[in-house]
């Protein structure tokens, strides 16, 4: 079973979860209108695109998930939304606003400068309050300095599981996120 966008949107209504990754507004091809999320395995295992340092660098196994759902990517981002991870872009905050999210339990995660624009909307902020995590810089690696370990881009994007890490080592009470990740990861090992 697939999962376009129109479903996503209807499992959100029904489910409560714990994160909320805003990225920036869709890329101009191959956009599927959930964010990070390609079209195809072949796009979103490729280094240059950003679906594919989200995942990375949320810990996400890439080549078990492409085994588990071959025929659709959005099906792991369906799986990922069941078990606690919103992923949205920026430009529809209205929408997911418009579905009564985010609600105030949620703790979001702002990715890149078209994402931290929402901190300029207090109603939004508001509802995020107590957790907002913004990092500067998109995961698309175009532009990074990837030779400069101190380049922003490296200390979110570079590794397997860094965003998990900075989180953790930044909040407290983001240690859920870790236990998210690892039951993502044990769906994706029931083949």
């Known amino acids: 079973?697939?999962?376009?966008?129109?479903?996503?949107?209807?499992?959100?209504?029904?489910?409560y979860p714990k994160y909320l990754i805003l990225g920036?507004?869709?890329?101009?091809t191959n956009a599927t209108g959930i964010a990070f999320c390609k079209e195809s395995w072949k796009d979103m295992k490729n280094k240059t695109m950003s679906g594919?340092?989200?995942?990375?660098?949320?810990?996400?196994?890439?080549?078990?998930?492409?085994?588990?759902?071959?025929d659709n990517v959005s099906d792991l981002f369906r799986l990922m939304l069941e078990k606690g991870l919103i992923f949205w872009n920026a430009s529809g905050i209205n929408d997911l606003k418009s579905l009564g999210f985010p609600p105030k339990?949620?703790?979001?995660?702002f990715c890149g400068p078209e994402?931290?624009?929402?901190?300029?909307?207090?109603?939004?902020l508001e509802l995020c309050k107590f957790f907002p995590f913004y990092v500067p810089r998109h995961p698309c690696p175009q532009g990074a300095k990837q030779k400069d370990p101190r380049d922003i881009w490296n200390i979110f994007w570079s590794k397997k599981g860094e965003l998990v890490k900075q989180l953790t080592s930044t909040y407290i009470n983001a240690n859920d996120l870790t236990n998210i990740v690892t039951n993502i990861n044990s769906a994706l090992e029931n083949l």
């Not at 989200?54 to 588990?68: P, Y």
């Not at 994402?115 to 939004?124: I, L, N, R, S, W």
Request: aromatic share 12%; net charge neutral.
């Open 105 to 109: 339990s949620i703790k979001s995660i």
């Open 24 to 28: 920036n507004d869709q890329y101009p």
């Open 52 to 70: 594919y340092h989200m995942l990375n660098a949320l810990g996400i196994n890439i080549e078990k998930a492409e085994k588990k759902y071959p």
């Open 115 to 124: 994402a931290g624009k929402c901190f300029g909307d207090p109603e939004f």
């Open 1 to 15: 079973m697939s999962c376009n966008v129109d479903e996503y949107k209807s499992v959100i209504k029904t489910l």
